[in-house]
DNA sequence: GTACGTGCAAAGACTTTGCAATGGC
DNA sequence: GCCATTGCAAAGTCTTTGCACGTAC
């Protein structure tokens, strides 16, 4: 599986090689693979360093073209870390994020959080500018510089990886308070059909939600200190609550009473809010494993609101 | 009153140089002032030529010397707008701020967002890191570079004012709110001294509002340019809606009745949120025009507060 | 008079370019 | 065989350092 990623990101190079009229050789390969086998933010030394244990006769020259052409097709990002290196991490499959450096170990975490972009695009906008790129660093010391520890060195997961699971996380999340709403609602409604109606829909929440949590258990088993690692993706819980439609409480809470239709209506509005809301965040990254998991909720959601729907229209037949 | 920033400046450096042993000399001076008579984002390069202008004698290497005690000193700032090359800003009494960088005609537009800083805080805080500074730095084209058109070159004024503008126009916002609340509270209220309150408490907020607006009239006159400078703080009408009370609604809207009493607690409440949401704001900067603006702002709600706090008592002594 | 300041030149750090030999395709 | 590639050296860019002379205090 990590091997067929790895495949991927070759072939993108030589298939840039090819459609550039460049040459297949064995110093990019050896850059090429130095680059993609080690996580991080290595600067031009880093890599040259590791190539030459490799291979001492390689020159630094090649090296920064190398990676230059690495840059070119997407593989490497370039980014600046404020120490005056241009640094390289990977790019490929990585959702763009931000970085927060620690100025005393280097160590850098890295991040991303709709909120931020959203109040950042709602800044730009107001001055009619096109963002192209953006570059946001924060420095400061982090907890392990400040309490004099060492700083954990084990092997970091990838970045895609920590996306992903911060992906199903969220989803989880999702699906864990859907489930929470339903098994709620059929606790206060007093109409018998519309109970049933929705903990029959809890049970299928529930159900979906243990089969991520499943997928979740598989990925943590097959990657090393993913399920430690850094929260990467920061995503607002209030965000997910104000999906959770509104009961009517027009009469006192207790007095709740719902029939099966209204019941199966109220579903039909949570399920469709959930699916936009999965379909609005896979839109925001580029292709990654985290994008196809949003994708993948978001269609499971309108599965589920189709499978609604259908109950409902049993019931009554749809209008229109 | 220009003048007299650039003497505390002036001075700022020569108690820095006194307190280093350093030396007063006729070179330092010149990039000094060199450096103050600019606004924008100056290379080492930039400011040499302007210096050697007026004595072609100076080595750039003093410059680079004299930049960076001028950063020591916090006079200048050290930044990097991502071209390589290091550039100096203003920073005494100036906010720290972020960067909007048009790729095309190299324009910046500088700008600030408590929002910002408060998801970025939320961000920082989940990995207990602790942020000592920041880069946010927004790349793409601005309109004018979108539409060909050629940038508007004037003089601009600088960002002290401008934030010293924005501070003004937030507190005016604030105090309007404050008004239309009072007057909407007065025309509702159906106790007539009640109303009495609510309608002399906002031809106070009133007369607040135009003592203001007649402030950054002034501002506006003495500073060319200053009213079409672009928006630096980014404030959000929102927080300040937040802060107006919320009448008691048991009963239709219109039948509002509030005694003289109530309407007097309900007017203590807002003016005491408003009081504190000024002074948080002025907390979160250094010394600035802005942040004394908000500063004397808290204060005159304060004050405000204080005289209804009386009327209040005066009606019934309070209970502790 | 002492010690910092200055400006020149030189060095340093990082990156790019020129060029002759090498090696994919 | 053509032409991109490579690695060396050299150059380029931005910045700092060394040093002898100058000058502020």
Redesign the pocket.
Known sequence: MPGRKLEAEKELFYEY?RQN????????DLILDTFLGNEGHM???DIYALVKKRDR??????V???L?SLNACGIAREINLGD???RFEHCYQHPVHHHIICTKCLRVIEFLSPELERVQQGVVSRYRFQPLHQRIQIYGLCEDCRENRAAPTGPQPDTEKIFARDALRMAIAMQRQGCEFYRSAASCNQDPAGREVFESIALEEESHALQLEMELEMMHRYEKGLEEAPVFLHFDSCELQQLIPNLPSDLGDSELRLDARRALEIALQLEKRAAGFFKDYAERFGETEGKRIFERCAEQQMKHFASINRRAEAIAPASA
Chains 1, 2 share one sequence.
């Open positions: 090689l009229g460049l040459k297949k050789t064995r110093q990019k600067s031009v030394e006769k390689v020159g630094i020259v090649t920064f073209r190398t230059k005056g290196l241009t």
